[in-house]
């Protein structure tokens, strides 16, 4: 079994890439399977946080550790979000997956996540995270897969097919739409997030990214450039 690990942040299309590859046939998906241990660590109130802390291993290793076990098919994709990566937890589990990268402008990171959360921390917004996984990555010679969600929406079949082949499987059309509705497989957060996408078939239309946000909200943007600076030129 291939595990892909895809690391995104907070307001991205994170949801709509795992649907892409659940319907591919031949692959399972696990949804944000850390979730409820960032939690638990954190003491974060999220909405549902009783029912994803009853859902999941509330402990970093053991929601790991179970992850081996999950895949009933040939190619296994977990959903993680960057900021369920806390600091200095132990990243040797991605040796045992292929990692991608799920990337978005911080502007529009920034403005869409303020409209949940008044007033974001530069960690909630996965940056800081996924560059300490791209440093620990290229310390061992790897490079990750990033995809840009702005370009994806704009040309998803071409995306699609590089970052299939950057993971080292095959591309099927399949990857382009999706039954409209719920899912088993989704968290049991899916009520409160993902609206949206249990109404959509694929991927939406395209998306302008440069946005401009409020003057406070600006040190967060600048405080994430510089990741998303050294992400940005390793998108497909």
């Not at 291993?57 to 369920?84: C, D, S, T, V």
């Not at 095959?170 to 899912?183: E, K, N």
Request: charged share 25%.
């Amino acid at each position: 079994m291939k595990r892909v690990a895809m690391i995104s942040g907070p307001r991205n299309l994170s949801t709509a890439l795992m649907r892409s590859f659940e319907g591919r046939g031949d692959c399972t998906v696990v949804d944000e399977p850390l979730y409820a241990a960032y939690l638990a660590r954190t003491g974060l109130e999220h909405p549902g946080r009783d029912a994803i802390l009853a859902s999941q291993p509330n402990g970093y290793e053991q929601a790991l550790a179970g992850l081996k076990g999950q895949g009933r098919q040939p190619l296994q994709y977990e959903k993680h979000m960057a900021q369920h990566l806390t600091e200095g937890d132990d990243l040797r589990w991605l040796d045992d997956c292929e990692v991608g990268l799920l990337i978005r402008h911080p502007a529009a990171v920034t403005a869409s996540y303020a409209r949940v959360r008044e007033q974001p921390r530069p960690e909630d917004l996965g940056f800081l995270q996924q560059l300490r996984v791209l440093r620990r990555l290229q310390e061992r010679g790897r490079t990750p897969v990033v995809v840009h969600s702005a370009r994806l929406l704009e040309d998803p079949s071409r995306v699609l097919k590089a970052l299939c082949e950057g993971l080292g499987i095959a591309y099927t059309d399949h990857m382009l739409s999706w039954p409209a509705g719920p899912r088993s497989s989704d968290g049991v957060w899916a009520p409160h997030w993902y609206a949206s996408v249990e109404a959509s078939t694929g991927f939406g239309p395209a998306r302008v990214e440069e946005v401009k946000v409020p003057a406070a909200l600006q040190p967060i943007v600048d405080a994430l450039r510089p990741a998303y600076d050294a992400l940005l030129p390793l998108a497909i």
